[in-house]
């Protein structure tokens, strides 16, 4: 029996305390880039907590090779700089013993290298176990980050972890999921919903921690709702209201929990609004989050008078024009602006735009008839539209009678004060179901609606197709007539899209055509033997841009049952709008991808079933990517389709563009999104899903 071959045991460099003014900074030290903790904080922690580590030290020789009595450092310098510091500064003494490691093997340079590459930082798991028990033991998170240098905000990110699951925690502690989405995690303090959560994208070959938040948060508003900006994130707060941060979040950032609380404080916010501008002497007032859109249709607006400025007000306005205006000739050579003269700037430019902003005054009898809407913009500010006249109020003509206009005249008037204008919610669709069903109805006539108005937007900038229109309308009157004619008795007829979509009056489509009406009805006058000469009187151009204003409000793109004199709704009738649509959006050029449509979870991909949204994965991205959110749920489905569908240009049937034109008279064949085998005849029952 042979015995095993001895191993050498390890011995150990001898430790011993020599004073400092022995010790000498060896240039052997591999460290020469400044990082970390500076010299100066480190001499503070030292001074605080004393020398926690020793120095590496070897004996200097003297040419004979014996030792001199004096040790090098070339392990350990900057706490030799901190100690050295603490010299200077006469809050150490010089002869001070100092802890050191003896090594006389080995080369010098190797120390160094290992000691500063061997040695890794605190694991964020174990600084925040580490800060909880420094936080139990009395200290605040400002001593915290005064004691270990860093900033009050890394202190409380760390303490924030204490929200997570601590079976999170032990996840994250064993690498299998990185820092940043363990940050996300804080948003919601309920540990149950994070571990749902965890369960659901653990198995996902990528995991962004937006996608973790957008999960956890799938049922708050987010801060920068336009709800929310309306009324502050401290109004909120005071009335009660919880917010959800995660790490990321700024004090101004973060997801609001309880929606219901959301809607009372808007609406009591618009109900105040309503009181204050309807104490100005108007006979209604309607304000909504989101009013019908059109609903300023077949309503006179009334036109008043800005107050001018006074020779006051109008010298102040010319004494910051000047000081404005003297201010950028001394800084013209764009060197950056002193703190006050920034300042200065600012508030010069508040003051112009007070000064700028002029009240408007009414006729008094016409005011009294007259109303206003208020609703919310995109970015929370209050749209106040004044001097809108129902039909019904306006007064007598002569030989009696009060003038009606025919789609007003369906449309329910409200009370003098109305608040609200939710819209209902559709129906929720089977997502069970794995066939995909033609798309619903509702969902159908809300995609056209928005078409509708950006095929409206698009013909109004193209004044030869526009006139086309015209004549093409005026060839079916006259060649396909199925009634009296009087004189020239051409109308434009404007569909009511009403609430059709949400938000429809705050897209940039509606937001351009209300603008160029509002222009062109200041522009023109209001009397018909006026307005007459005033249109003799346009250049051909605005003639025909104007012609094409006029026409593209007649556009009607929109899904809707189109009924017959026997009452019956026509899918024939549907068919045909249809075909005109995707013919007129053809000639236009309308791109619905390039006009600024893409989809999301409010507008589609929420709204239809998960085989539509896997078939929409599919077409963009391929079969590849498509396959990657087959086990989703619904809701998590949508969300992840929204990033992945982002920038790809996919539009839903509904929204594109004709592959192929109609030759002749033939009418196209009805579209995939309304044809179904069941429902040929019956576009009612075309989207039972």
Excluded at 8 to 31: A, G, T, Y
Excluded at 97 to 124: K, Q, T, Y
Aim: overall charge negative; glycine content about 6%.
């Amino acid at each position: 029996m042979t015995k095993s071959k001895s191993v050498p045991k390890l011995v150990l460099s001898s430790s011993r305390d020599i004073p400092f003014s022995q010790l000498v900074l060896s240039q052997k030290n591999v460290r020469r880039l400044k990082a970390g903790l500076s010299i100066e904080d480190l001499a503070e922690d030292i001074y605080r907590r004393t020398l926690l580590q020793s120095l590496n030290v070897r004996a200097m020789l003297d040419e004979d090779g014996k030792e001199t009595g004096f040790f090098e450092v070339p392990a350990g310098g900057r706490r030799f700089r901190a100690l050295e510091l603490l010299v200077k500064t006469r809050r150490m003494a010089q002869d001070q013993p100092v802890p050191c490691v003896v090594r006389e093997a080995g080369i010098a340079e190797e120390d160094s290298l290992a000691e500063n590459v061997m040695r890794e930082g605190l694991h964020p798991l174990d600084q925040f176990r580490a800060f909880c028990a420094l936080i139990e033991a009395g200290l605040s998170e400002d001593d915290i980050a005064a004691r270990f240098f860093v900033s009050v905000s890394t202190v409380r990110q760390r303490l924030r972890l204490a929200s997570v699951a601590p079976s999170l925690l032990e996840i994250y502690g064993e690498d299998e999921m990185t820092l940043e989405q363990l940050m996300a995690f804080t948003v919601n303090n309920d540990h149950a919903r994070q571990e749902q959560v965890w369960e659901q994208v653990k198995d996902t070959p990528y995991i962004s921690a937006h996608q973790i938040r957008r999960m956890l948060t799938e049922d708050a508003i987010p801060a920068g709702d336009r709800r929310v900006r309306f009324i502050g994130i401290d109004a909120y707060i005071e009335a009660g209201g919880y917010v959800m941060r995660d790490l990321f979040s700024e004090q101004n950032e973060g997801w609001l929990q309880d929606p219901v609380l959301v809607e009372q404080l808007v609406n009591a916010k618009l109900a105040t609004a309503a009181e204050e501008i309807g104490a100005e002497g108007w006979k209604w007032v309607e304000a909504a989050i989101d009013l019908p859109y059109g609903c300023e249709s077949g309503k006179r607006r009334i036109t008043g008078t800005t107050v001018p400025l006074t020779e006051e007000e109008q010298a102040r306005l010319d004494a910051l024009v000047e000081e404005y205006d003297g201010i950028g000739e001394e800084y013209q050579d764009g060197s950056d602006l002193p703190d006050e003269v920034d300042a200065r700037l600012t508030e010069i430019d508040e003051e112009l735009t007070a000064l700028n902003i002029r009240p408007v005054t009414y006729n008094p009898d016409e005011q009294a008839r007259a109303g206003v809407f208020i609703s919310l913009t995109h970015d929370g500010r209050l749209r106040i539209d004044r001097g809108y006249v129902r039909p019904e109020d306006e007064p007598a003509v002569e030989g009696g009678g009060t003038p009606v206009d025919r789609e007003s005249a369906e449309q329910p008037s409200g009370p003098a004060f109305s608040v609200g204008g939710h819209m209902p919610d559709e129906a929720a669709t089977d997502e069970e179901d794995d066939a995909i069903r033609p798309l619903p109805d509702r969902l159908v006539s809300e995609l056209t609606a928005v078409r509708t108005v950006a095929l409206r937007n698009a013909l109004a900038g193209n004044p030869q197709v526009a006139f086309i229109a015209v004549l093409h309308a005026l060839y079916l009157s006259v060649f396909r007539s199925h009634g009296t004619h009087g004189c020239v008795q051409i109308e434009v007829t404007q569909a009511w899209l009403g609430n059709v979509a949400p938000n429809l009056r705050e897209t940039p489509w509606s937001v351009a055509i209300q603008t160029r009406h509002e222009q062109w009805a200041e522009r023109l006058p209001d009397e018909p033997a006026l307005l007459w000469d005033a249109l003799v009187e346009l250049p051909q151009d605005e003639q025909m841009a104007l012609l094409a204003h006029c026409v593209s409000l007649g556009v009607n793109a929109l899904f809707e049952p189109v009924r017959g004199y026997d009452g019956r709704t026509s899918a024939h009738g549907i068919e045909q709008r249809i075909a005109a649509a995707d013919a007129l959006a053809t000639v236009v050029g309308l791109d619905m991808a390039e006009a600024g449509w893409t989809p999301t979870v409010d507008n589609y991909l929420g709204r239809v079933t998960k085989p539509r949204i896997i078939e929409a994965v599919r077409e963009a991205k391929g079969d590849a990517t498509a396959v990657l959110i087959e086990h989703l749920k619904k809701g998590d489905m949508a969300r992840e389709a929204e990033r992945l569908l982002e920038g790809t240009c996919w539009l839903p049937e509904p929204l594109r563009l004709p592959v192929t034109e109609p030759d002749g008279d033939d009418i196209a064949e009805l579209p995939d999104f309304l044809a179904d085998d069941e429902a040929e005849h019956d576009p009612m029952a075309i989207a039972a899903e």
